[in-house]
């Protein structure tokens, strides 16, 4: 009995080891290969992750312009004096791309972004006066235009952030004479005439520029006037020769900043010898300030120098900027010119006589004094 139990318990014996050995073994090679795998997971998920992200690029700072994906369309002029404008801080960064332009892209077109412009303009045989027109707005948008010529079939619209600071509404001005390329002699009387939106009350300043040396000749330091619509006469001063534009300042108080506009270029020359094919001036002496009615008859008047000429003649409003022709092609054998005063709404407005376009140079204008025009009486009205 004692051999029987000594023998089962060695049978249990070898019979564990023998179980037990091969466990061991098998535990121990899948502590090694679980380790080996969550190696490799570590290695994929840590060539998985995304990269760090980088600095997105700033529109604003010329050093990290896209060229390849910049595209933009222009559809208004640019002119020098416009601030805080998004069309101007995708000109400046187009012009920055082709290298004419080193300075911030803020919005500013002030002169560093007018000669930038020149340089645009005459390397693509452009005018060069430092003005985007059609024809540099065509030529910038044909570079840059969403529907322009660009080849890159992505091509991508930059987005121009929002100014978010708070700005104070200045004037905005708008010279309508000179308004084409003529000769206007040294020592020649001749004439600006602007509209503007803002304070009735304004400081003006008025300069001629020369639109190769930027230089300017002050010819209104500074003056307060009165109206949205003005004019004023002025004598060409002795100046060098060349391209100029006429350049008008307005500020609506003594702490906001001056707009400026400038007129088309024209050029001046060195003084005529003789006065054959001088322009006319014009000095408006009716009608004078007071009150008119509508449908009444009136009677405008001028005094002019010059040769024989053809005028033209406009109720122009102060309030609207609107000219009203109510003569034509009229001689001065007509003067005093008369004429029934038109259903226009009533308030402010003055008498416009200009000289009608001839040969070799633009109109000339005067304006006469204010006066108000108010509604017909009507016969209960009499007394």
Known sequence: ????????????????????????????????????????????????????????????SPNSLDADNFSYTWKTDLRLGMRNNNDVRALQQALTIKGFYKGKIDGNFYKSTRQAVIKFQKKYGLKKNGVVGKAT?????????????????????????????????????????????GEVPIGSSQYVYWHWTGNKKTSVRISLANTRTETETGIITEKEILGSS????????????????????????????????????????????????????????????GEVQIGSSQSVDWQWTGNETKFKIFLSSTSTN???????????????????????????????????YHADASFVCDISDTFSIVAAKTSSDSP
Request: glycine share 4%; hydrophobic share 35%; aromatic share 6%.
């Open 322 to 356: 609107t000219d009203v022709e109510i003569g034509t092609g009229i001689s001065s054998n007509s003067r005093p010119y008369k004429f029934l005063v038109p259903k226009v709404p009533a308030g402010k407005y003055r008498i416009r006589v200009c000289d009608s």
């Open 230 to 289: 003005r004019s004023h006469k002025f004598l060409v001063p002795n100046i060098p020769v060349g391209k100029y534009v006429v350049k008008v300042c307005v500020s609506s108080s003594s702490i906001a900043p001056f707009v400026c506009g400038e007129s088309a270029p024209f050029t001046i020359v060195a003084s005529k010898t003789t006065t054959t094919n001088d322009l006319p001036t014009i000095t408006v002496t009716l009608p004078h300030d």
């Open 137 to 181: 707005r065509k030529k910038l948008n044909d570079l840059y235009g969403s529907d322009g010529d660009k080849s890159s079939s992505d091509n991508k619209r930059i987005v121009i952030p929002t100014p978010t600071t708070t700005t104070i509404l200045s004037p905005t001005i708008k010279i309508i004479y000179p308004n084409s390329d």
């Open 1 to 60: 009995m004692n051999n029987i139990k000594k023998g089962l318990l060695g049978f249990v014996l070898v019979a564990t080891l023998v179980v037990v050995g091969p466990v061991s073994q098998l535990s121990a090679v899948t502590h090694e290969e679980n380790l080996a795998q969550t190696n490799v997971l570590k290695s994929r998920a840590q060539s998985l992750q995304p990269a760090k992200p980088q600095p997105s690029k700033q529109f604003l």
